[in-house]
């Protein structure tokens, strides 16, 4: 049974709270000891020069130590019932996925140099703004989609990856998706192969992972609520072959994880001409938007170079800080040491004594 929730703090033992009755109980044996002490000094006659030799100050001074040594006990009996309240915390992912296109349309110069160079340059500005204790791992897709850098914290490695990216034809966004989610749970049996389908196996498009089917015991949780990981999606949004994308935006959902999507591009978009082929490329956000409302993350727009790296900030100013309700009874407990030191200083600075 906890405390009501607009209280600042809850407590997993609030039945320990039955404990602080002991706080004015000690007021009270404080008081009596000191009419006690009094009783003793009046059996001196030159009781009126011990007070006037003490003074006002010095009659304060004498109950400060006593005052902090109260504190502390009452700070220590409530860290007894292990209170909980709601705090700024560290990041809380283990693992952020990066999920980037590399399809021919990641070569339209409406963000300059290109989308891709763009994209790259902002990719590296993200991790250095990241802890380095924070695993990161890239998934690079176009018509399919591969881990080019399993979940590490060296981040010259992921730089290497990054700066490897060839564009490819196609853009299978929920294969990235997908592939994404495999590699944060590598056991769920997570299988592309079966999502892309039959018609797209024939005419040969490559998969990427063929793993056991997913159990049947899975039990779908509350989006957003996996805080261990989260999958940052950059890519122009129009899908035009594998996993749908809302399909592998839920099966994200499905397991708590936040797909965060940044849209790189215009909305009227460029014709972009490659070996022959030609294509008008547009920025689809709609498509962004359902997916991050989905997982219960955000969707950014970068329409710039400039802009795309001041996404990638923000992004990593939300990801790195977190306001959660944690257990703060080492905090108490600290508080409370201090205050015995205090108390214990104070007391032999003044009386040259412990009291």
Do not use: C
Request: charged content about 15%.
């Amino acid at each position: 049974m906890n405390l009501p929730t607009q209280f600042p703090m809850t407590f997993f033992w609030p039945d320990l709270l039955w404990l602080l009755l002991a706080v004015p109980l000690l007021v009270a044996l404080y008081f009596w000891l000191l009419r006690r002490r009094k009783k003793l000094a009046l059996r001196f006659a030159s009781l009126s020069i011990i007070k006037d030799a003490m003074g006002p100050g010095l009659t304060l001074r004498r109950h400060i130590p006593p005052l902090l040594l109260l504190l502390a006990i009452t700070l220590l009996l409530l860290a007894a019932a292990r209170p909980f309240a709601v705090v700024s915390l560290p990041m809380t992912q283990e693992t952020i996925m990066l999920a980037m296109d590399v399809s021919g349309s990641m070569r339209a110069t409406d963000v300059q140099p290109n989308r891709l160079v763009a994209a790259q340059n902002a990719a590296k500005a993200f991790l250095a703004q990241l802890p380095r204790q924070v695993k990161v791992g890239i998934v690079a897709f176009a018509g399919s989609a591969q881990v080019v850098q399993v979940p590490t914290v060296n981040r010259e490695d992921l730089v290497s990856a990054i700066d490897r990216f060839q564009m490819q034809r196609g853009t299978a966004i929920g294969n990235g998706i997908v592939m994404s989610l495999a590699t944060i749970f590598p056991n769920a049996g997570i299988d592309l192969n079966a999502m892309v389908g039959g018609r797209q196996r024939q005419q040969g498009v490559a998969i990427d992972q063929a793993a056991p089917q997913e159990p049947k015991a899975f039990v779908p949780v509350a989006p957003g609520s996996y805080g261990s990981a989260a999958i940052i999606l950059l890519t122009d949004g129009q899908r035009t072959t594998g996993v749908d994308s809302l399909e592998a935006a839920k099966l994200a959902a499905d397991r708590g994880v936040k797909v965060y999507t940044v849209g790189i591009g215009t909305v009227n978009g460029e014709t972009i001409g490659f070996e022959g082929w030609s294509m008008r490329v547009k920025l689809d956000e709609d498509t962004l938007k359902k997916i991050a409302l989905q997982t219960q993350a955000e969707y950014f727009y970068a329409g710039s170079a400039d802009t795309l790296k001041k996404v990638y900030e923000t992004l990593s100013t939300r990801l790195t800080v977190e306001k959660k309700e944690t257990e703060i009874s080492g905090l108490l407990a600290l508080a409370a040491a201090l205050l015995v030191i205090a108390s214990a200083g104070l007391s032999i600075l003044w009386f040259n004594r412990v009291a």
